[in-house]
């Protein structure tokens, strides 16, 4: 350089020469990175270049297979030393010659190569829940190699709860075979695939795969048929079940007749218990009973590999009412129980010793409800303890533990006739019963309170009955309902009842014998006396007058208190006020007590009757050519009806037949008298008032009033 005075003196041939002498070919140093994954980023070389004007996106990085390729993704670097990062372009997997290639404006092309180890990486798996049982899981994505080992493995927090094996079957696909888990079913879980030991990184955004784990039902543990009352347990077989969750088995007929258990935690992640509900006493027992798992509201998938579980239902019964009964039979024993089926008949058997005595076949009437009546025992057993059991067509029904079966055949009664008499007494009450025996004699008993009645005894007409004679009650008592007990004469015991609650209660009615006076004029002001039986002394009463003749004309007297327990006293009211005249009904009401009364045994009451009466005529003269308008007052006239008066001496005339203005007046019309009866005024003729017998009857009765002269001028 010193020779000349600038290098652009230099021949062109002398230019390259010293360029060359200046800068040196550039250096590659490339460093081989084992485990660059297919897909991914990574470190593959560091290159030493001494070119000034070193551009780095001439730079590129070329796969010695021409199918496949990296592309840089970027040089980094100062000056000389630039670290070279690509990625591949497409899958490649196993050992790669990779060579770096230099390209500067100013220097020849130079470069070096290195071999890299590149493994695939994990697009899905197939399926993404995993029953806890067991499963098959397909692994896709790229760079599989058949010589490499490969393992699944899910983990939870960290933890790896579950590995298998994986079968090689493409470079894009693994398969891994899971036995079944011993961990609770679970969501969200990670699935790692790995190969010779190394993880295989996952292609997508989050860089990993979760996968859930679903529990499974494998199978049910149970008695062969259960009872419908509920109680027995039912024992399902899986795995994933979680201790901490809550489950329940759910027993399915129809969409509309199931029951779930209550709800408990899974006993362990391959077993849970559930105890059966009370299914009898809702449906009636049944055949083919789904039987699933839920946890909470989700249903546990039962395995596909075996048969659908279910069971059967059968019916059971725990008790029967009554216990004690006739050994002539007819009782009604009701069998309490559970899952009865209407479709089902069923009957009851009774066995005592050896013997055995069964029922006629009969239908439940619901699903925890049969009756059977009671066959004679009579001539099979003795009275005395006896057992219970019921039966279906070829089928036991059986008893709950704990259930009572055990029965008494005894004398018994269940109803009485009449169930209500006459507080006077004299009524015989007839008591049917069972097994009554005709060589002793029985007693009613009436009890209310510290009042009691006890009749004579009598000995049964049959086995069914026997009668009482009733005695007086209500002359010194009160009517009451009290209680009838029957009893064996001599020794006082107690024949026990089995009817129906409330077909022991005997009612003594309150009676009214008689009523005196029977007849008052409209106007009352009179008193009437009541006599009869049972009257309550501390209760109050009224005298009741309906209408015979018109029902809707009704009127009472007013309360008052019994003088006995046999008489009561009343003041008869004003009828004619507001009446017409006639026959009534009377019967006593009580005021402030549910007390019957009744006449004689009859609710129709005894009959009072009210008469018209007329008390004042004005005027009592007028002339013999008649038309003198005469007006009578009175009471209890009858306005649907017509009066007339009557006029005689030596004859009779009448007035026109007219109706009353109201039940307490009429006016009538005088006749001419001189026409039919001609006479010399002044005449006097005696005045009467006749009534119609009936409405438009034209035929009339002469209505109690004074004696009247009306004169005739």
Request: net charge negative; charged share 10%.
């Amino acid at each position: 350089v010193s020779l000349f005075d600038s290098i652009s003196e230099l021949p062109a041939a002398m230019e390259n020469a010293i360029l060359l002498s200046e800068f040196e070919s550039p250096t590659l140093e490339i460093h081989s990175f084992t485990g660059l994954r297919t897909g991914k980023l990574g470190h593959v070389a560091n290159v030493y270049v001494n070119d000034r004007d070193f551009d780095p996106s001439l730079l590129s990085v070329n796969v010695s297979d021409s199918s496949s390729k990296f592309e840089i993704v970027y040089a980094s670097g100062d000056g000389n030393d630039w670290a070279i990062y690509a990625q591949s372009k497409a899958f490649v997997t196993g050992v790669t010659s990779v060579e770096i290639v230099v390209t500067s404006p100013s220097l020849m092309t130079t470069g070096g190569s290195a071999s890299i180890t590149v493994t695939g990486g994990v697009m899905e798996v197939i399926p993404t829940l995993i029953s806890a049982a067991g499963d098959i899981v397909t692994v896709s994505g790229a760079g599989f190699d058949s010589s490499q080992t490969y393992a699944c493995s899910i983990t939870i927090d960290g933890n790896i709860v579950a590995s298998s094996s994986a079968s090689f079957e493409s470079s894009r696909r693994v398969v891994c075979s899971f036995s079944s888990f011993s961990f609770p079913a679970s969501q969200s879980n990670i699935f790692s695939v790995s190969a010779d030991g190394v993880a295989i990184d996952v292609i997508n955004t989050s860089g990993q795969i979760t996968v859930g784990v679903t529990a499974l039902v494998t199978g049910m543990t149970a008695a062969s048929s259960l009872a419908a009352s509920g109680g027995d347990v039912v024992t399902m077989a899986g795995h994933g079940f979680d201790t901490n969750s809550l489950y329940r088995c759910l027993f399915v007929f129809t969409a509309t007749t199931s029951m779930l258990s209550t709800e408990t935690n899974a006993t362990s992640t391959t077993q849970h218990t559930c105890i059966f509900p009370s299914w009898g006493l809702h449906y009636e027992w049944k055949d083919n009973i789904r039987v699933q798992l839920r946890q909470g509201d989700t249903l546990i998938p039962q395995a596909t590999n075996i048969a659908i579980i279910s069971t059967r239902v059968h019916a059971t019964w725990y008790g029967f009412s009554p216990t004690t009964l006739a050994i002539v039979g007819g009782d009604s024993v009701s069998v309490l129980g559970s899952g009865f089926s209407q479709n089902q008949a069923l009957k009851c058997l009774f066995k005592s010793g050896s013997s055995t005595a069964e029922s006629k076949w009969a239908t439940p009437a619901n699903q925890t409800l049969f009756v059977c009546t009671v066959p004679n025992v009579g001539s099979i057993f003795s009275a005395g303890a006896a057992t219970l059991g019921i039966v279906g067509n070829n089928i036991d029904v059986p008893l709950v533990s704990g259930g009572a079966n055990a029965a008494t055949f005894s004398e018994s009664w269940y109803r009485l006739f009449p169930t209500s008499i006459l507080s006077t007494g004299g009524t015989v009450v007839t008591v049917s019963g069972n097994g009554l025996n005709t060589a002793a004699s029985y007693y009613c008993l009436l009890q209310s309170g510290a009042s009691s009645l006890q009749t004579s005894a009598l000995s049964p007409s049959s086995l069914g009955t026997v009668r009482c004679n009733v005695g007086d009650w209500g002359s010194s008592r009160p009517s009451t309902t009290l209680q009838l007990e029957l009893r064996i004469s001599g020794t006082d015991a107690l024949v026990p009842f089995t009817g129906i609650n409330g077909q022991a209660d005997f009612t003594i009615l309150t009676t009214l014998l008689s009523s005196t006076p029977t007849t008052s004029t409209g106007s009352g002001g009179i008193t009437i006396t009541l006599s009869g039986s049972g009257f309550h002394t501390d209760n109050t009463y009224k005298l009741r007058f309906t209408g015979q003749y018109k029902s809707s004309d009704v009127l009472e007297s007013g309360a008052v208190s019994p003088e006995s327990h046999s008489q009561i006293i009343f003041s008869v009211p004003d009828w004619g006020a507001s009446f017409a005249a006639q026959d009534t009904t009377i019967t006593a009401i009580s005021v402030n007590s549910s007390d019957v009364t009744t006449f004689g045994g009859s609710s129709n009451g005894d009959t009072f009757r009210f008469t018209s009466l007329w008390s004042a005529v004005v005027p009592t003269t007028g002339t013999a050519n008649g038309g003198t308008t005469i007006t009578l007052t009175g009471t209890a006239m009858d306005t649907a009806v017509t009066y007339r008066c009557k006029f005689e001496n030596n004859g009779v005339s009448y007035s026109s037949a007219i109706a009353p203005a109201s039940a307490q007046q009429l006016t009538c019309t005088s006749p001419n008298w001189n026409l039919f009866h001609p006479a010399t005024a002044p005449l006097n003729t005696t005045l009467t008032l006749e009534k119609e017998t009936s409405t438009g009857s034209n035929t009339f009765s002469s209505v109690t009033g004074p004696s009247v002269q009306f004169e005739f001028t």
